[in-house]
């Protein structure tokens, strides 16, 4: 059974960098069948879709993080990665890992069929 | 870039139906399908529809969606309410460079 672990800081100072790593158990991140993705969620707000990886390396960011963002994949230890560059406290959100499936083999066009419980990071001096 | 506008809340009794609207701002809702997750309080979201119209496996027959060309929206519908079905309802959808959430709904059963 497919299983998302998110593990990160908690709390993190402005300015500095944030690092979450999703690891995957019941599944391999590089089942060539699905993406692996991040999405945050301030308190009280909405769900932002910050990036996904497929298998192969390939990346995508969303473009108002791209700046700032880079997310990976390690094989070996069947995690995804997101680093987070120059947070800020607009950065405060729960932070999810997710699996994306899609019937076209087409990154958009794909939903997120899985998602992990989580992980609060607080941006705070 | 686009949007996706949803209303903030709706409350309907338990045993009626009730209908979830989520507008695109700009490009057609038709050409790039439309997914809906739910978020119970405290709890990850979960997939209950995708693909427009298409339910994952366990998601009872009670939730439906569907796309309205004329009017630029997808909508979600569920029927014979439950209290159970009282959470936050996201759509999502995408284009050529990002994926984008409604900014949800707050579903009240009462």
């Known amino acids: 059974q497919l299983q998302l672990q998110e593990s990160g800081p908690g709390l993190v100072r402005p300015s500095e960098t944030l690092s979450l790593t999703c690891t995957v158990s019941g599944d391999s991140v590089s089942n060539y069948l699905y993406f692996w993705g991040w999405i945050r969620q301030p308190p009280g707000k909405g769900l932002e879709w910050i990036a996904s990886i497929f298998y192969g390396g390939t990346t995508y960011y969303n473009p108002s993080l791209q700046s700032r963002v880079t997310i990976s994949a390690d094989s070996s230890n069947n995690e995804v990665s997101l680093r987070l560059t120059s947070v800020r406290a607009a950065d405060t959100a729960v932070y999810y890992c997710a699996r994306l499936r899609s019937t076209r083999y087409d990154f958009w066009s794909g939903y997120y069929d899985r998602w992990g419980q989580g992980t609060l990071v607080t941006v705070s001096s | 870039n686009f949007m996706l506008a949803q209303p903030h809340s709706v409350s309907e009794s338990p045993g009626k139906t009730v209908t979830i609207s989520c507008t695109r701002s700009s490009g057609s809702i038709a050409n790039n399908y439309v997914q809906w997750y739910l978020q119970r309080p405290g709890s990850s979201p979960t997939l209950v529809i995708y693909?427009?119209?298409?339910?994952p496996s366990g998601v009872p027959d009670r939730f439906s969606g569907s796309i309205d060309s004329s009017s630029n929206s997808a909508s979600l519908t569920i029927s014979g309410l439950k209290t159970e079905d009282e959470a936050d309802y996201y759509c999502?959808?995408?284009?050529?460079?990002?994926?984008?959430f409604g900014g949800g709904t707050r579903l009240t059963v009462l």
């Open positions: 999502q959808s995408y284009d050529s460079t990002n994926q984008v």
């Open positions: 693909e427009d119209n298409q339910r």
